[in-house]
């Protein structure tokens, strides 16, 4: 195993710490809040409703903070999700592959009962062509 196929389960690993470390630690609260207003602050607006209604609800971030962050773990969370699911899918293997096509292993893909001749869709259904 190479070390860049454990890279996206390192980002998976580092996105959840990142969630928990936040609430876990007031330092690593602070260092998200900042990683978080420095990549999304711009695209967030002041707003003075928003501003008193995250005040009214005893939350100590401001509203620009809070948004900020919460952009932050939506899109570290869509990253984990797309990579922990690339890992839980499971690949389509030659033999899966070759199920999928119609044939199958030990038999020949011209005929399904063992014959010599190729299979027709009228004579593998076991139905007569009518034109």
């Known amino acids: 195993m190479t070390p860049l196929s454990v890279l996206p389960l390192v980002v998976v690993a580092s996105a959840l710490g990142a969630y928990v470390g936040g609430k876990l630690s007031r330092r690593i609260d602070r260092r998200l809040d900042r990683v978080a207003t420095a990549l999304f602050g711009d695209l967030i607006e002041r707003d003075t409703d928003r501003e008193s209604r995250i005040r009214s609800a005893y939350i100590e971030a401001s509203y620009r903070s809070y948004a900020a962050k919460t952009?932050?773990?939506?899109?570290?969370?869509?990253?984990?999700?797309?990579?922990?699911?690339?890992?839980?899918?499971?690949?389509?293997?030659?033999?899966?592959?070759?199920?999928?096509?119609?044939?199958?292993?030990?038999?020949?893909?011209?005929?399904?009962?063992?014959?010599?001749?190729?299979?027709?869709?009228?004579?593998?259904?076991g139905g007569s062509t009518r034109d």
Not at 80 to 88: D, H, K, M, P
Request: proline letters at 11%; aromatic letters at 4%.
């Open 71 to 125: 952009l932050l773990f939506a899109a570290l969370a869509l990253v984990a999700g797309a990579v922990a699911g690339a890992y839980l899918v499971p690949r389509r293997s030659s033999s899966v592959a070759a199920r999928s096509s119609g044939s199958r292993p030990g038999r020949s893909p011209t005929s399904p009962g063992g014959g010599s001749r190729p299979a027709t869709p009228s004579s593998a259904s």
